[in-house]
């Protein structure tokens, strides 16, 4: 049984649940453009909340996630019609290597993370994030 965090009567159409740490730089561009935004902790868990309706749409500009942190949530989202894609460019779907060469760092999500069950949606956030300056810390 999965248990969800939100309280339901909170749930709305265009509430985007972001990191603890995301910087209110881009936590207020989302309010401006009439986003709710709310926090959670987990990116796995966070993703889920997108695939599950919970949430309108996950978004992250920070590399602080890893591939074993989104791949199995990316999966049940891509499953229910969603998309993850890099926050930087927005440019396909978030992508999973078997890399052997550059440590833990070679499976950061270093782009960070738009996740939606709506491409439109990632287009939105994605234009909305595009051009704070602290845009993806790597």
């Given at each position: 049984m999965?248990k969800?965090?939100?309280?339901?009567s909170?749930v709305?159409?265009e509430?985007?649940?972001?990191?603890?740490s995301?910087?209110d730089?881009?936590?207020k561009?989302l309010?401006?453009?009439?986003?709710?935004?709310?926090?959670?902790?987990?990116?796995?868990?966070?993703?889920?909340?997108?695939?599950?309706?919970?949430?309108?749409?996950?978004?992250?500009?920070?590399d602080s996630?890893?591939?074993?942190?989104?791949?199995?949530?990316?999966a049940?989202?891509?499953?229910?019609?969603?998309?993850?894609?890099?926050?930087?460019t927005?440019?396909?779907p978030?992508?999973?290597?078997?890399?052997?060469t550059?440590?833990?760092?070679?499976?950061c999500?270093?782009?960070?993370i738009?996740?939606?069950?709506?491409?439109?949606?990632?287009?939105?956030?994605?234009?909305?994030?595009?051009?704070?300056?602290?845009?993806?810390?790597?």
């Open positions: 999965i969800c965090f939100f309280r339901v909170r709305r159409q509430l985007v649940v972001t990191s603890n995301e910087t730089e881009a936590k561009a309010q401006r453009s009439g986003y709710i935004v709310t926090t959670a902790s987990g990116a796995g868990y966070k993703m889920l909340c997108v695939a599950l309706g919970v949430v309108k749409c996950y978004a992250l500009t920070k996630t890893y591939s074993w942190d989104t791949c199995a949530a990316h049940m989202l891509t499953s229910q019609g969603g998309a993850a894609c890099p926050c930087r927005s440019a396909g978030l992508t999973y290597r078997s890399k052997t550059g440590g833990g760092r070679a499976h999500n270093a782009d960070g738009i996740a939606s069950r709506d491409l439109r949606t990632i287009d939105r956030v994605h234009a909305i994030l595009s051009p704070l300056h602290t845009y993806c810390n790597s």
